[in-house]
């Protein structure tokens, strides 16, 4: 009951503006933390990062945020040539999606062998 009113009083607060269920939470959450990092932002409002990932992109295309580049990255790669950032990408890559997969099955419910 509690989650549902403040859910009510929320998009009467809101509605103004047209945020559509929920996305009034991402924003309180970001203006709470500037600079936060999108996986940060789902773990806080207990969301996967898909669902984050989708509400962020509308309310970035709704003009309420807007995404920035972390400045410091790229002091982290500035001693790498353009063909070694270009691996280092790719095999990031790599690992990420190694690891969507696993999260995929344990967000399943999965048990993994250790």
């Keep these: 009951m509690m989650a549902r009113a403040l859910?009510?009083?929320s998009k009467k607060e809101?509605?103004?503006?047209?945020?559509?269920?929920?996305?009034?939470?991402?924003?309180?959450r970001i203006?709470?933390?500037?600079?936060?990092?999108?996986?940060?932002?789902?773990?806080?409002?207990?969301?996967?990062?898909?669902t984050a990932a989708c509400a962020i992109k509308?309310?970035?295309i709704n003009g309420f945020i807007e995404k920035k580049g972390e400045k410091h990255n790229n002091h982290c790669i500035?001693?790498?040539?353009?063909?070694?950032?270009?691996t280092i990408f790719n095999l990031?890559?790599?690992v990420r999606k190694n690891i969507e997969k696993v999260w995929e099955f344990v967000k399943k419910?999965?048990?993994?062998?250790y």
């Design 109 to 113: 419910e999965n048990k993994r062998n």
């Design 92 to 94: 990031l890559q790599r």
């Design 7 to 9: 859910d009510s009083i």
């Design 31 to 50: 203006c709470e933390n500037r600079g936060i990092i999108q996986e940060k932002l789902a773990e806080m409002i207990k969301v996967d990062r898909t």
């Design 78 to 86: 500035e001693v790498f040539s353009e063909r070694e950032v270009e």
């Design 58 to 60: 509308e309310l970035e």
């Design 14 to 28: 809101f509605k103004e503006y047209d945020l559509t269920k929920g996305q009034y939470l991402y924003l309180v």
